[in-house]
């Protein structure tokens, strides 16, 4: 998942590549680089680490050309170090990537028949090595790109430049995302629309299969099967004000403290105020079903797996819920009734989309729950239902995961409704919880600064556990990502009733234990889990309502008390917790919150 940019501008390019590879640094971030061409002559600038690094170099040694590409990058093949950053160049070629060319070891062998050699360990390098070949071949830069991408297995975004060519750019797409920037006398190419933000918003996506010849003043489109093919021009509304921190530390911080806004505004949007009732999109008759998949990675993940008890419970839809980088591997049986619901905020996860393919044809519907209307996995699906949380930067997802769940809700309950299993005044009632919720989770940031003392604590942990029993091992298991991926502390999530069998070998004084149990109707249950934890001299933490802390919570390290919420709905606030602990530990231990090691935000890669 890295983030390419290219520019046939009007102006100097080096400015707007390096702003567009900001927008593109939560794609990855191990390095970035850009090329131009001016009056013909080709020249790269190249900077491992963030794009700050390569900021710099630009002002002490700067790159003329108004003809550019850009890469921001996150390492597949070959370390982070300055020569497998990007642009990669051979000859007259110069090219930025996206994805994995999945053969390139064969092509590397094919090329060195040829007497080629290799500067890089990257499998982005033969690509720019076989199309120069058919250059010096005498072939065109756009023949010799049409030669080299049939011999491309995998998946790639391509952005070529050339030396002599000083208006020509060429973009291809084949399993990542990419977006054509259209200016006035300037054309754009770009991961997503966010990294065009600036320049344009007038924007059109390449379809699977497609490569583009770009002009300042034309655009190509050639299909997978070699025809010339039109792509809808769309008008793209991109707050670009969203794309800073507004104030905040962090953009973590700034996303987490938007959720009661957000989370207001698409259940605003999904239940109608008038009458209490579900507004989701047209076409998802949940009565035609008779099972659901719900297929996510990462905090997605957590999101099905707490709907697959919502669905359950209140529909009684029988649902199955899986990892997408699992799903199609174990060949999950379709039925002609099944409707599959695929969880993913940027919408372009690489094992999302892949599972998305593998069963588009076998299942009764398939639906895209997404922050991302116009995404590879919007764009596969027959029923799209945004989660309208606005542009998530942060790589630990917060906003997006609480929207996804309010979306989710709103599912299950439509689902019984649509099979008769709820009343009209039991569906309001549920209505009207929901959107009560965005006033409790102001509430809980509020109690921010308890945070603050707990984390220094579990920023001095090198283990860490969180437990949960029914609706709250989800949010364990949410917890426990949140804490791992921004801190770097390990940290496991269980469900509290399973640390008996094996885990609880792990608990001693050292390793702090995170319980998250509003008073519900397992509260016992989980009590008396924390208690065994508590007699082996375990630490824990007791994240619980009032009426849970009045019960239970002597001899515990620490008290996080939260609102009162239906317990059916209290994953959508316990989310709060789960981020404030992670966002305050990880802040103690002064790793980099928004860009945290080995990470990016987007998966674009399997
Ligand atoms: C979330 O905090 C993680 N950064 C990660 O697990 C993420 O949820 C996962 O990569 C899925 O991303 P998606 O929602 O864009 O598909």
Redesign the pocket.
Known sequence: MCGIVGVLGLHEAAPMLVDALKRLEYRGYDSAGIATVRDGKLERRRATGKMVNLSDMLVHNSLAGKSGIGHTRWATHGEPNLTNTHPHRAGAVAVVHNGIIENFRELRAELADLGVSFETDTDTETVALLTNHFISQGLSPRDAVAATLPKLDGAFALCFLFEGEDDLMIAARKGSPLAIGHGVGEMFVGSDAIALAAMTDQITYLEEGDWAVLTRNSLEVIDAAGNLANRELKKIEIDTAAIDKAGHKHFMAKEIAEQPTVLANVLGHYINKENNGLALPEGLDFSEFDRLVLV??????YACMTAKYWFEQISGLPVEIDIASEYRYRKPPVGPRTCAIF???????AD?LAALRHIADKAAKIVAVV?VPESSIARESDIIIPIRAGVEVG???TK??TNQLAVLACMALKAAQDRAVIDADELKNNLVTLRNLPGLINLAIAAESHYTPIAKRLAAADDVLFLGRGLMYPMALEGA??LK?ISYIHAEGYAAGELKHGPIALVDKKTPVVVMAPRDALFEKTISNMQEVMARNGVVLLITDSAGAKSANDGVWGTLLMPDVDPVWAPILYAIPAQLLAYHTAMARGTDVDQPRN?A???TVE
């Open positions: 996510a990675c990462g905090t997605g993940f969880v993913s905020q940027s919408g372009e996860t999302t922050n790589v630990a997802s997006a995961f990502l949140k991926e990470l935000k987007s998966v």
